[in-house]
Nanobody, 118 residues
Framework: VQLQASGGGLVQAGGSLRLSCAASGRTFSGYDMGWFRQAPGKAREFVAA????????VYADSVKGRFTISRDNAKSTVYLQMNSLKPEDTAVYYC????????????WGQGTQVTVSS
């Protein structure tokens, strides 16, 4: 499956952005979807994941209550709504397809830059 992330940009602290990740190729609805991020000089970290049906979601503690992951299987797209952004949310955000229960994410998008200014 091929993934294309978009929606990043520059925003002030307290602002909002919505990231999108469009999938093509294999059946999108057969995969759990996840968002990860990597800040400069840091390891890639998990942000959020959603099950193939959309019925289950999980978030990193650092974004819980501020970020919302959702998906539209008819459009083969997963979203990450980011509210109350903080400077520490600055990173390249990646979407991935796989199986969240096993932690295996074999398919990755190219990343989209999110920069939050203070």
């Amino acid at each position: 499956v091929q993934l294309q992330a978009s929606g990043g940009g520059l925003v002030q602290a307290g602002g909002s952005l919505r990231l999108s990740c469009a999938a093509s190729g294999r059946t999108f609805s057969g995969y759990d979807m996840g968002w990860f991020r990597q800040a400069p000089g840091k390891a890639r970290e998990f942000v959020a994941a959603i099950s193939w049906s959309g019925g289950n979601t999980v978030y990193a503690d650092s974004v819980k209550g501020r970020f919302t992951i959702s998906r539209d299987n008819a459009k083969s797209t997963v979203y990450l709504q980011m509210n109350s952004l903080k400077p520490e949310d600055t990173a390249v955000y990646y979407c991935a397809a796989g199986a969240s229960t096993t932690g295996r994410w074999p398919y990755w998008g190219q990343g989209t830059q999110v920069t939050v200014s203070s």
